[in-house]
């Protein structure tokens, strides 16, 4: 549980600044990803409709699972447990075609999905009909 209210409470904590912090939604309005510069940042998509490549949560989950995919800016991403969202409607739309790097993590949207990854390589490509994490 641990690893995931850290989560919940790095994205609360993040800094205000707009440089910062961006977000985005993909030019099909079904996934919205938040970007956080630092050490600690990252990025966070949420999805609003899929088929789940990822059903069963961790046992130390009790929150939603399978929709919101994590990656930092080190490290390997995940599919997150969370209880909140970072869609929001009024979201820039990165066009496809369209890269937007933050810190160490950058973000590609195509037709056939979002793209997130670190300079380490790692990350995840969510389209509605699946997710991959690498």
């Known amino acids: 549980m ?12 993040a800094p205000a600044a707009a440089q910062d912090m961006l977000d985005f939604q ?6 919205f990803c938040l970007m956080i ?8 998509c949420d999805m609003r409709e899929l088929t789940p490549s990822f059903k069963t949560p961790p046992a130390d989950c009790d929150l ?10 080190t490290g390997p991403a995940y599919p997150a447990c969370a209880g909140d969202t970072v869609m929001n409607p009024r979201a820039p739309v990165l066009d496809y075609g369209q890269s937007v790097k933050l810190g160490k993590v950058t ?3 195509e037709k056939t999905g979002v793209t997130c990854k670190n300079a380490e390589g790692h ?6 009909a699946k997710q991959k994490v690498f």
Not at 123 to 128: A, E, H, I, N
């Open 107 to 109: 973000c590609s949207a």
């Open 26 to 31: 993909a030019p099909s309005g079904n996934i």
């Open 64 to 73: 939603d699972y399978g929709s919101f995919f994590w990656i930092g800016a």
């Open 123 to 128: 990350g995840f490509t969510l389209s509605r």
């Open 37 to 44: 510069a630092g050490p600690d940042g990252g990025a966070r």
């Open 2 to 13: 641990t690893k995931w209210l850290c989560l919940a409470l790095g994205l609360l904590a």
